[in-house]
């Protein structure tokens, strides 16, 4: 039986509160991290079983509309979801499984758009000029924090598109979670911004 917490959670999923991730994260996250962290003792390092969680957060807010409250509470769904990406990652390895996410900033890798580096930083043969996109993009990234800038740049050379964050941290000396808040602000200050110069961002 859903909680009124949960019950509240629900309710805000289902009409797009994007804020409810961090109440969820909040509400769900400790427990999750616990019985998971127990399930799979052994078998991933704890890092890795936080990185499967902020995955887990990613497809609950894209399938959103696919949450049957009939059917499951929103904790066990989550739940579910989660357990599913750490399978990802046992069965694929981190490469595959980071392929199946859907991530909050796919429109800069999907096919016929750069990633801000690769669009700051290349044209191709067809291309003599950088586009505005692409100025833009140089400009924003290198108004950046030098380490945003350097997280950015690292995701768009990695092949899936995200740079291992347990690298990140040990080449900037800084938690892996502290890597995956400075993504997201870098990734939040580069949408921001284009949308004021009048780019179309999903």
């Known amino acids: ?81 989660v357990e599913n990406a750490i399978r990802d990652v046992l069965r694929h390895g981190w490469h595959k499984a980071r392929l199946l996410e859907v991530r909050a900033d796919e429109w800069l890798h999907e096919p016929g758009r750069a990633g801000p580096a690769e669009a700051a930083e290349h044209t191709t043969d067809q291309q003599a000029a950088p586009t505005n996109l692409q100025l833009d993009l140089r400009e924003i990234i290198g108004g950046l924090p030098e380490i945003q800038r350097r997280i950015i740049v690292a995701d768009s050379a990695a092949r899936d598109g995200t740079a291992s964050s347990q690298a990140l941290s040990a080449e900037f000396n800084i938690p892996a979670s502290t890597i995956r808040v400075y993504r997201k602000r870098a990734m939040d200050r580069i949408r921001r911004e284009l949308t004021e110069r009048g780019h179309d961002v999903p």
Request: charged letters at 30%.
């Open 1 to 81: 039986m859903q909680t009124t917490e949960q019950a509240d959670l629900t309710e805000r999923l289902l009409a797009d509160d994007e804020a409810v991730l961090e109440d969820v994260l909040r509400a769900f996250g400790p427990m999750l991290l616990c019985v998971m962290g127990r399930r799979y003792h052994g078998v991933l390092p704890q890092t890795d079983i936080e990185d499967a969680l902020s995955i887990g957060l990613y497809r609950l807010w894209k399938n959103r509309e696919r949450f049957d409250r009939s059917r499951s509470s929103l904790k066990v769904w989550f739940f579910r979801i």
